[in-house]
């Protein structure tokens, strides 16, 4: 059985960078690993990527399963990503993939 990482890359204003991040530290990321659908996540920085438009993060969830993925995406992701979108409106840009673990160390 292979694993997923749902990956979510935003590039987002630096005048909201330390109140977006402490948002999702303390409230957006432990509501979707409520879910019960991710066993782990890793938030990291894009290297070299500040300038004047703005930072880049990358949170990876890593999915339990297929089965939980798919559970997430149809039963959560709408909700999450509104709750986002409407807190943070006009002053980020994100997309979104999904990545197959084909080895880990």
Known sequence: ???IIYSVT???????EKEWKNWMINHHIPDVMKTGCFESYVMST??????????T???QYTA?????LNTYMQNFVTELQKEHM????????????????????
Do not use: N, P, W
Request: negative net charge; contains cysteine.
């Open 86 to 105: 409407e807190k943070y409106k006009g002053r980020f840009g994100a997309f979104r993939t999904l990545l197959d673990i084909c080895h880990k160390g």
């Open 46 to 55: 894009l290297r070299g990527d500040t300038d004047e438009h703005g930072v």
């Open 64 to 68: 339990h399963s297929e089965e939980s």
């Open 57 to 59: 993060y990358s949170i």
């Open 10 to 16: 935003i590039k987002l204003d630096q005048s909201i």
């Open 1 to 3: 059985m292979s694993q």
